[in-house]
């Protein structure tokens, strides 16, 4: 069984940054496309970034330079390195798991909120 668990969600102030983690288990990891997705009440779901099993990265553009996702395939393990953090980042952060690798998310973890202040 999939499970996704991400941890690290938190307050700061615009500005400030944060490490988000995602602890993986149930399935062969490291074959997986992985992504990080955000949601801000009453906005449509962002993919913020994604990592495929070669490491290859993509990032919205909206977060290019600041937010760095990588993937650790020894501990099962995605991070996502939030920094220059703004008050438009403020939203409920989700991994997700693409286990074809064909652009289909289909497992999810229960979301880590991050909040930024100004």
């Known amino acids: 069984q999939v499970q996704l668990v991400e941890s690290g969600g938190d307050s700061v102030q615009a500005g400030g940054s944060l490490r988000l983690s995602c602890a993986a288990s149930g399935y062969t990891y490291s074959r997986s496309c992985m992504a990080w997705f955000r949601q801000a009440p009453g906005k449509e779901r962002e993919r913020v970034a994604s990592?495929?099993?070669?490491?290859?990265?993509n990032y919205a553009d909206s977060v290019k330079g600041r937010f760095t996702i990588s993937r650790d395939n020894a501990k099962n393990t995605l991070v996502l390195q939030l920094n220059s953090l703004k008050p438009e980042d403020t939203a409920m952060y989700y991994c997700?798991?693409?286990?074809?690798?064909?652009?289909?998310?289909?497992?999810w973890g229960q979301g880590t909120q991050v909040t930024v202040s100004s």
């Open positions: 990592i495929n099993i070669f490491g290859y990265t």
């Open positions: 997700a798991a693409d286990l074809a690798c064909r652009e289909k998310y289909t497992n």
